[in-house]
């Protein structure tokens, strides 16, 4: 057995910032995003996309509320029905944040409950198998 490589965990100023560098790795839309993407506009231009064989799944098969592309319509029926993507959609039913709301907390008016939006799955096209 030789020397462990690791050594001084908490001590080593180093290797402090390394969590940060792991949380923004994999980094996703945030809610305020996907709620832009939702508008029927946006929307249409981001599940009807070109090829583009740089994006997994050539870009065909895309999860508009988790801001996903899966390799073929299987692998997105099947996160459909996980527990990830119905978490994202119970994440998505808050109205987003917007400024009115900060100046409102801030004490500049009344306060006001966030509404709730109504959020479905997005149907899927079949002819794209």
């Known amino acids: 057995m030789g020397k462990s490589k690791q050594t001084g965990n ?9 969590s940060k560098t ?5 980094r996703t839309k945030d809610l305020d ?5 939702m508008r029927p506009d946006t929307a249409a231009k ?13 870009a065909q098969h895309y999860c508009l509320h988790c ?7 299987k692998a997105l029926k099947d996160h459909f029905k ?3 993507h119905k978490k994202r959609l119970k994440q998505l039913r808050e109205e ?4 009115a709301e900060a100046e409102r907390a801030a004490g500049m008016g009344s306060y ?10 997005q149907p899927l096209d079949e002819d794209m198998d």
Request: glycine share 2%; hydrophobic share 30%; aromatic share 8%.
């Open 10 to 18: 908490h001590k080593s100023d180093k290797k402090k910032n390394i």
């Open 22 to 26: 792991w949380k923004t790795k994999r």
């Open 33 to 37: 995003q996907i709620h832009c993407d």
């Open 46 to 58: 981001l599940l009807h996309q070109d090829l583009d064989y740089d994006v997994t799944g050539c």
């Open 67 to 73: 801001a996903r592309y899966f390799v073929d319509m």
């Open 82 to 84: 996980s527990k990830v």
């Open 96 to 99: 987003p944040y917007s400024q």
């Open 112 to 121: 006001v409950a966030p509404r709730a939006v109504e959020v479905k799955t």
